[in-house]
């Protein structure tokens, strides 16, 4: 259930029917007149309050919001001419009794015109507008915080991240460690039900549902992401005047159970939420910056670069990540101790825990309430409280203030400080002894061999990449590859943590394949594969990530026997690389068995080796053999990348 935006006074939650009104007093006639003179509907100011985009089919527009109640006019979706002289005739009027006057539904769309028109000086009526005036006193708000929450692989609603903004009230707009106490967050997301997975993620991409902003304690979004999905979250404090934040909570008011259409890859929680920051100050054009699709991350360069809103930036560590950090600081031993302790083997007070120092006592018993903490909040295990309880008694005992040893420190490169979203490569190569030429485009987002900074060990998601090959020789164009999307999870296990990894991969490509139903006979054919698996990943050493996985296949094309393959198979692969990841490595292998359809077995292997120049560009070396249909045949390629 959605949270009204009335969430602190509950007295605040308004009539959002159609406003009903007297016979007015005031004659709008000159400043409707003066509008059109103006042309103040056509206005940057005045679209970005209705949520105005250009039709991409003709010359007009239409309003992003749904509800027929943000309207004041039967057509104002299409037609700011006809809203804003709604709107002035509604301002114009007095209300009837007991309904909400015009000037108080829509506060945002008032302090506009009534910066360009003084409709005070013009009597208008100014009736007063208390549960807004408690509202906003409530808030309190001396800044806007806009948070970004790193990518969580166990949600497809949550794959490329996702932000919020946060309104820090005056009296800890100066005391970072209580904002999340008494801030509250602004969060737009899809009334989705209970569809989860898979079916959210098709159904969002078709728009089925709508979204809605809402407004929340921060804690509360604090405990969703940093405890429960073990998202790190980023703040960035947004350089906003008094009089833009006032403006801004003034057209969330407005948008109180309003709903748009959501869309996974456009219209999503980044790309509403930039509309709330053109409210504040229209002249950032941020949302036409974003075509075809917006990812949460590019939204942050957007105003971090681009607009250069972002004054402050901070950095919230998961609790895992804590948890992980303070493992770090055990040793071998000493984490045999705190897992033992986690599971109950060992009491807080077992003599080969209180005969350690005191400092390496207090990091056992950290990382053991830690770890229960953890995993309590996974498994929900009744077990944990009596435990948790038995250790923190302990641990009052250990003369070692605080946590031992220093804090988590700030990764060195931030989320927007990354590789760019979008990718070009270009290359040539040889396959099975012909030469080719190769064009790649990636519009979204990260592979296992991109530079790691500002984005999550061992996750790859890549959307819609189109690969074209040419051969000179027999002056051929193939599309080689367009993959719908690819996702992979690598996370390591280790004594504390044993999460499982998984792939999903589907979309075409162009492979050697029977002419004529005969294996004598291959030739280029397009094939359409999807593929996926579990398995497990860890960390042989320092900077690398082993994984092995269990493979399922299903390939459907015109050239295979009874039109498709259905293969069980097994992949492994290691990847590595330098500290200051200017290189890194991937060795593969995968064999697959094809038991249904066109059976036989297949094999691949390779290496595929990454070199960055710039922030921007470098290399890419991938040597790879095949063997299918009992033929092999070696793919060599040099690809030149830039990520924009």
């Excluded at 996702?162 to 009230?169: A, C, F, K, Q, V």
Aim: charged share 25%; with cysteine; hydrophobic share 40%.
């Amino acid at each position: 259930m959605r949270r009204s935006l009335a969430l602190l006074l509950a007295s605040a939650v308004l009539s959002s029917s159609t406003l009903a009104v007297e016979p007015t007093a005031i004659d709008p006639t000159k400043l409707l007149e003066t509008a059109r003179e103006q042309r103040l509907a056509e206005s940057r100011g005045w679209q970005v309050l209705l949520h105005y985009r250009p039709n991409r089919t003709d010359r007009g527009v239409t309003s992003l919001a749904d509800s027929a109640a943000f309207f004041l006019a039967p057509a104002g979706k299409w037609n700011p001419r006809g809203e804003i002289e709604a709107t002035l005739e509604a301002f114009a009027a007095q209300p009837l009794a007991g309904e909400t006057p015009a000037r108080c539904r829509f506060p945002a769309r008032w302090a506009w015109l009534e910066a360009r028109l003084d409709l005070t000086g013009a009597g208008f009526p100014t009736p007063a507008c208390p549960r807004l005036e408690q509202w906003l006193a409530g808030l309190g708000a001396a800044a806007v915080t806009l948070v970004f929450a790193e990518a969580f692989m166990n949600n497809p609603a949550s794959l490329f991240g996702h932000t919020l903004l946060r309104i820090d009230p005056a009296q800890v707009a100066g005391d970072p460690a209580r904002r999340d106490l008494l801030a509250y967050a602004v969060n737009f997301a899809a009334e989705a039900g209970n569809d989860l997975g898979a079916l959210f993620a098709i159904k969002g991409i078709f728009g089925a549902y709508p979204g809605y902003f809402s407004l929340e304690p921060y804690y509360e979004k604090v405990k969703r992401y940093g405890d429960w999905e073990s998202r790190d979250l980023w703040e960035y404090r947004l350089d906003l005047s008094p009089a833009e934040i006032e403006q801004l909570l003034r057209h969330l008011w407005e948008l109180r159970d309003v709903d748009f259409d959501y869309y996974f890859f456009d219209e999503n929680c980044s790309y509403e939420l930039l509309g709330l920051i053109e409210a504040a100050r229209p002249s950032l054009d941020l949302r036409g910056r974003f075509s075809g699709w917006v990812i949460p991350i590019d939204t942050v360069r957007a105003l971090v670069g681009a607009a250069g809103l972002a004054s402050e930036v901070s950095y919230r560590p998961s609790s895992e990540t804590r948890l992980r950090h303070l493992i770090a600081k055990l040793d071998r031993e000493e984490q045999e101790l705190a897992r033992a302790l986690s599971d109950g083997q060992l009491q807080p007070d077992d003599p080969s825990i209180a005969s350690l120092p005191p400092e390496a006592r207090a990091l056992v018993l950290a990382v053991g309430h830690d770890h229960i903490r953890f995993t309590y909040d996974s498994r929900a295990d009744p077990t944990s409280k009596p435990r948790l309880l038995a250790i923190l008694g302990a641990r009052s005992h250990v003369p070692v203030l605080g946590e031992p040893g220093p804090s988590v420190g700030q990764p060195a490169v931030r989320p927007d400080e990354g590789h760019g979203s979008a990718r070009l490569s270009f290359g040539s190569g040889v396959r099975d002894d012909e030469f080719f030429l190769e064009a790649r485009i990636r519009p979204a987002f990260h592979d296992l061999l991109d530079p790691q900074g500002g984005f999550s060990e061992g996750a790859q998601i890549e959307f819609m990449e189109l690969a074209l090959r040419y051969y000179p020789e027999r002056r051929e164009l193939d599309l080689h590859e367009f993959t719908v999307i690819d996702i992979v999870s690598l996370s390591p296990r280790d004594r504390f943590f044993q999460p499982i990894s998984w792939k999903l991969r589907t979309g075409l490509e162009t492979r050697l394949l029977p002419r004529r139903g005969s294996w004598d006979d291959l030739g280029d054919a397009l094939l359409y594969r999807t593929e996926g698996g579990a398995g497990l990943t860890f960390r042989p050493f320092e900077g690398a990530l082993g994984f092995v996985f269990l493979d399922g296949t299903l390939d459907v094309a015109s050239h295979l026997e009874d039109d498709y393959a259905l293969g069980l198979g097994t992949s492994a692969g290691l990847l590595f690389g330098d500290d200051a990841d200017r290189w890194r490595t991937m060795l593969r292998a995968r064999v697959t068995r094809f038991v249904a359809g066109e059976t036989r077995t297949a094999f691949s292997a390779g290496v595929d080796q990454r070199l960055r120049l710039t922030r921007r560009t470098g290399f890419e070396l991938r040597v790879g053999i095949d063997h299918d249909f009992e033929e092999s045949w070696l793919d060599v390629g040099l690809f030149w990348k830039v990520w924009f």
